[in-house]
């Protein structure tokens, strides 16, 4: 994908607002879920399903984020054709596209609670603790498992902008697409699966 040079300093710059308000967010919502743990004691303060999903996006978040936050930095200073300050190496580019890949858990968890607010606001019930784990694995496991295989693979790198999958590995891109649409009518039907689901009323 060929960018202009307004373009290129455009993507350069304002990832690193948008990521940085997008940090202090997640990491605010980590601190308050943490504080309702160590207060568990009081019901009100209790965590509850909607906590720990939110807890599980976050943390894929402040990955994503931070990687997404650094922009040109990482990339190596050799790269030709770059805008914006280039301070890094092929290890700390690999680094910020690990960690942005890690961040595809974020819509994953996204599609949880679509799920979590259909049991709740239709249904009149809740995910059971078997599918709320079952949750944290699809979410984390994709996660971690596409950025792992991604290093193993060694299609981590430059891409246009920052760093992420090599431009020449979109099939890697278009795989993990594939996969979130698989997942997604599976996730917004799993509802129908009564076992994992506790009625409130």
Known sequence: MDLTRQQQQFASI?????????????????????????KRGNSNSKPTTYHRLMLGMSFCDIFMSGGLMMTTWPIPAD???????????????????????????????????SVYYYLVIVKNSRPSLILERCMHFLCFSFAFGTAIAALALDIL???????????????FLILISVAILVWSPLGHNCHRRCDYVDHIF
């Open 79 to 113: 790269t030709p054709d770059t805008y914006g300050a280039t301070y890094g190496n092929e290890a700390t580019c690999k680094t910020q596209a690990f960690f942005s890949q890690v961040g595809i858990g974020v819509p994953f968890y996204t599609l949880c609670l």
């Open 14 to 38: 304002l990832p690193r607002i948008t990521s940085f308000m997008s940090l202090i967010g997640s990491s605010s919502i980590v601190v308050d879920v943490v504080q309702k743990y160590r």
């Open 157 to 171: 790198g430059y891409a246009t902008v920052w760093c992420w999958i090599k431009v020449e590995h979109d099939l």
